[in-house]
């Protein structure tokens, strides 16, 4: 079984969040979602619209997700890797190269972001 795992807030839930889960979901057999949690959020200065157990609750309901654990720290990414026996780490493209350090334990992909929506947008056109 090839097992993938992506990270982000998933806050704001639109269709690129869903194009990316599933473009993930098609590279293996297993995907595990890491979403920041409220804590690790505020430690970026960012500010999610949604409460952590709120965005897992929505993540856990998408089919192309299997498993939704919380992402604490920026140095955790090593060890999921390894506790979960994942084959293939997925990120946006936006990403690329941040997490090349990865390649010594797992496949690294970075996929191109889905055009004309984010949730920076969303959250402006909303200002």
């Not at 939704?68 to 493209?93: A, C, H, R, S």
């Not at 004309?116 to 969303?122: N, R, V």
Request: aromatic share 12%; charged share 30%.
């Amino acid at each position: 079984m090839k097992k993938v795992i992506t990270y982000g807030t998933f806050d704001l839930l639109h269709w690129g969040h869903i194009e990316l889960l599933k473009r993930a979901k098609e590279m293996g057999d297993y995907l595990i979602v890491a979403i920041s949690t409220d804590e690790f959020n505020q430690l970026k200065h960012k500010e999610a619209y949604h409460s952590f157990p709120h965005r897992k609750l929505i993540l856990e309901s998408i089919r192309y997700v299997d498993q939704v654990i919380p992402e604490e720290n920026w140095d955790q990414k090593i060890t999921d890797v390894k506790k979960y026996g994942i084959d293939l780490f997925v990120m946006g493209d936006d990403w690329r190269g941040e997490f090349d350090f990865l390649k010594d334990y797992c496949e690294v992909v970075y996929l191109p972001r889905t055009k004309g929506i984010s949730t920076t947008q969303i959250k402006d056109d909303l200002k």
